[in-house]
Structure formats: C-alpha cells, structure tokens
C-alpha cells in the first residue's frame, strides 16, 4: 500500500493540526476513513485510493490556512473544514473547495459551514442572488468578498453598494456633513468587509477612483447598471417600491446580490417589507438563486450563536 505525506514545516502549526492529545487527528481520520500517521513534521496516510489522498491534501492545506491567518480554536477550524467538505454532484468539486480568492489579498476566505459553502456556489453561478440570514451568519461579508474578488480579476468594472437609509427612526438629513459623510456610518460594515481582506489604503484608492461606488438606495433611480456587481444590503428595509426599482437597475454583464434579515425590519409595522415580498413572488424564477442561513451558520462568535438561536425559537413559539 503507497504512503502519500504532507510536510507541513512550522511545528506550532502541525501541533495545531493535530489538537490535544491528537484529537484533530482523530477527527480528520474519522472523516477520511483512514489512519493518519505522524513522524517528526509529516503527516501521511497509507492509501491507494487517489480520491482519499486528494481529500486528505485538500483537508490539511486548508487547515493550515486557516490556523495561520488565526481568528479561533484548531478544534472549531477542523470542525469546519470537515462540515463542509462533501461532495456537490453537479461539478464535483468539494464544498471546502468553494473558496473565495481575492487578487492582491494574503488571505482565502473559505465556507465556515454548509450553507455558506451552497450561498458561495449560487454567487458563482447566479447573476441575481437573494440572501437572508441572521446577525453574523456571513450574508454580507461573503457577498462583499465575493464581488470584491470579481473587480479586482477584472471580471466587473465596478462595485456598486447600496441601503435603504431606515435605522430605527434616525433621519439621514439630521446627519452632518455632505452625502458621503451622511451614508458613511450606514455603509461602515461593508466597507470593514473589505477591509477584512485587503489593506484599508487599498480600499481607500477604490473608493476615490470609485471602483466602488456608495449611494443611499433613493439615488438609484433611473439608472442602468452594467457590467457591475451591485449588492443592497439591508434590504428588508426596502419598501416593495424600493425593491422593485432596484431589481430592474440590473444592465448587462452584471451580478446583483441581495442581502437581509427578515428578523430586524425598521419599517412602519402597516408597510411589508421589500424583501419579504420579493422572496415571495420571484421563487419560481430558475435564474435567480436563493438562500437563507440561520442561527448555525453564525460565525462572528459562539455566544452570538446562541443569542440568535434563542431569539429564532422565541420567534417560533
């Protein structure tokens, strides 16, 4: 039977691989449904099936990854690379392999569970994506990353970022400052998105050159927008107007994602919420992809997890 080893070369990294006592290791086995072996700074597995060495390369390397850029437990990062690494029927590929890569940035960022790694596949494959979820389930940030790694290959011209301006009451008018400095606090979450996986004077230049550009959602109007990515983020602050127009800016070569959470609508109670709407009325379009995370996709922290967890069963009661 052929040995197939991995080198991993920094010894806290390979601890970290491994977990206490080797419980990583035993995880990792459990999904390989092999042994895996260690000597010095290798990790090998005796195996003859070419899928299983291809997995179990896949498996470490983003492992390694992943403990590298740092951010949580060896444990947790295990748990995840293995939750979404199965088998999609369609192409073939693994769910872990459904990994964003954003040009000029040191970081991948990977699925954390299943449904981000499905929401990842209907980004890649939808020119139109609908996204609901909870607090921290990763909606926005992967959208933002997404359609920040398709400006920067050059596969859109530009990046166009909107909200309906609702927050709990507050007028934009009382704000100070001129437009920009009055949408800037409502659009500070996608832009520490990007700033998440490139530098924050990178992000600046795109701002000033407008590669990516920022507006309230009332300034979409008339417009036509092609050969961009365009998220509204917010989006169950949307009027059925408001989505309405929005939906029809979409131009040629464009992909358009929209992201909310049908959980913290600021609209007058008598007013149904664009997005609900929407989601109601467009489900039968096949060109258009649609996914709701929950209270397990939530990422941001464990605690946070459990905070939505029990606002979802409260709301189920």
């Known amino acids: 039977m052929n040995e197939y080893t991995i080198v991993v070369p920094d010894n806290s990294v390979l601890a970290c691989v491994c977990g206490t006592n080797d419980r990583n290791l035993q995880l990792i086995e459990q999904h390989l449904g092999v042994p895996v072996f260690t000597k010095g700074n290798e990790l090998s597995v005796h195996c003859d099936a070419p899928d299983i060495c291809q997995k179990f390369q896949f498996i470490v390397d983003r492992i390694v990854d992943e403990i590298q850029l740092g951010g949580f437990d060896s444990e947790e990062v295990v748990l995840s690379v293995l939750n979404t ?9 693994t769910s872990g392999e ?3 890569i954003v040009p000029g940035s040191h970081k991948k960022v990977y699925p954390r569970t299943q449904n981000q790694s499905d929401y990842i596949r209907l980004l890649q494959n939808h020119d139109m994506v609908f996204c609901s979820g909870s607090a921290g389930s990763g909606k926005t940030f992967l959208a933002v990353v997404y359609a920040l ?7 859109k011209n530009k990046l166009v970022i909107t909200r309906p301006v609702v927050e709990a009451g507050e007028s934009l008018g009382y704000l100070p400052g001129d437009l920009k400095d009055k949408i800037a606090p409502y659009l500070r979450p996608l832009r520490d998105a ?6 924050p004077e990178s992000v600046k230049k795109l701002f000033e050159s407008e590669v990516i550009e920022v507006a309230p959602l009332a300034y979409m109007r008339g417009r ?3 050969d961009s990515v365009v998220i509204l ?8 107007a408001q989505m309405k127009m929005f939906l029809t800016r979409m131009g040629e070569n464009s992909k358009v994602i929209i992201t909310g959470d049908l959980s913290q609508i ?3 109670k008598k007013q149904t919420s664009g997005l609900l709407h929407a989601l109601n009325i467009l489900h039968n379009i096949d ?4 996914m709701e995370l929950t209270a397990e996709d939530v990422v941001r922290n464990q605690l946070v997890k459990r905070i939505v967890r029990a606002y979802e069963n409260e709301e189920q009661d």
Do not use: W, Y
């Not at 790694?149 to 596969?155: E, G, R």
């Not at 990007?194 to 530098?199: D, F, Q, S």
């Not at 983020?233 to 009027?239: G, H, I, P």
């Open 233 to 240: 983020d917010e989006a169950q602050n949307t009027t059925i």
């Open 149 to 155: 790694s398709l400006v920067l290959a050059h596969k």
């Open 224 to 226: 036509t927008l092609s």
């Open 287 to 290: 060109d258009i992809g649609f």
């Open 266 to 268: 600021d609209l007058p």
């Open 194 to 199: 990007m700033e998440a996986v490139i530098p």
């Open 98 to 100: 459904l990994c964003i």
């Open 85 to 93: 690494d199965k088998k999609v029927p369609d192409n073939g590929k």
